[in-house]
């Protein structure tokens, strides 16, 4: 039994696949195959239950599945550190954000990393709040910043809250919902919802509609934008509109979805060192949602 054992074992758990879970991986099918049945025959037991193409845990594959994804988690952060303690931080930064919180203070904060660390470049991508954690689980980006949905135990990926963010059901003052006093589930069900949509393939029942006609964006901006223009509904963060609450151009509707609290986090691959630039950041980013 050895590592690429059981990161073949890993990729193929997850996958159900042994050519997607090469793709993944980057190496041969046959090689991954003779791997995982290598490690079968090691342990002397029936890891996956076979059928046409797809391959499935056994009873015994899903017992040791959580060891094995931990030996392999643990290896990668093992190399990740040698590395970084070899080379020193990344010379460039990716960091992936939402727009919860307004597009000026990205940035001004953008602005003061490049000045105080000027050794390094850094590079912000916009995503949706969904899709954060999986890019940096994917290595797509190094780190990441939004609203938290995920609410789920994964040993790749640190989630670190740097404050809360309240989340509020608005419409325009225009809209109908506005003037009712008491908005009931099938009113709000029966109205256009504009939602967060995203690419992570893992289904989140946090950003499932809650109305039966919607339409999708993959920023909070866009939905803002639906909102103010069309008669949709939509929930959002405090931060991006207060602006527009201040200027009665949006009403919360009074609905029980109507005011809810979600982690504002910092995600992370699990054993990733942090950037001396991202400790700057998040102590920016909780010092704003502190003192908002």
């Known amino acids: 039994m050895n590592l690429t054992q059981i990161d073949a074992f890993c ?3 997850e996958t159900g696949s042994v050519s997607e879970a090469a793709r993944q991986l980057d190496v041969n099918r046959s090689r991954l195959s003779m791997a995982i049945k290598a490690l079968e025959q090691s342990l002397n037991a029936e890891l996956f239950y076979r059928t046409g193409n797809r391959l499935t845990l056994s009873e015994i594959g899903k017992a040791v599945y959580k060891d094995f994804e931990s030996i392999s988690v643990t290896a990668a952060r093992i190399r990740r550190t040698c590395e970084q303690a070899n080379a020193g931080f990344n010379a460039e930064v990716w960091i992936a954000r ?6 000026q203070l990205w ?5 003061q990393l490049n000045k105080r660390f000027t050794a390094t470049s850094f590079n912000l991508v916009l995503a ?3 899709d954060l954690a999986n890019l940096v689980e994917t290595q797509q980006v190094d780190f990441a910043f939004g609203v938290d949905y995920e609410r789920i135990d994964d040993p790749r990926i640190n989630y670190q809250p740097l404050g809360k963010i309240r989340m509020m059901s608005v419409c325009n003052s225009e809209h109908p919902l506005s003037r009712l006093r008491r908005v009931s589930d099938d009113q709000l069900r029966n109205a256009m919802q504009a939602v967060m949509v995203y690419l992570n393939e893992k289904d989140n029942p946090e950003l499932q509609p809650f109305s039966r006609r919607y339409i999708g964006f993959s920023s909070f901006e866009y939905m803002l934008n639906t909102i103010l223009q069309e008669e949709a509904w939509g929930v959002l963060p405090e931060p ?3 602006q527009y609450l201040r200027e009665q151009r949006l009403a919360v509707i009074k609905h029980t979805y109507g005011l809810t609290q979600e982690d504002y986090c910092l995600f992370t691959a699990s054993g990733m060192a942090e950037h001396p630039g991202i400790q700057w950041l998040s102590d920016s980013i909780t010092n704003y949602l502190f003192d908002f």
């Open 240 to 242: 991006l509109i207060r």
């Open 98 to 103: 939402d727009d919860a919180i307004p597009d």
């Open 128 to 130: 949706s709040s969904g």
């Open 107 to 111: 940035q001004d904060w953008a602005h």
């Open 11 to 13: 990729a193929v758990a």
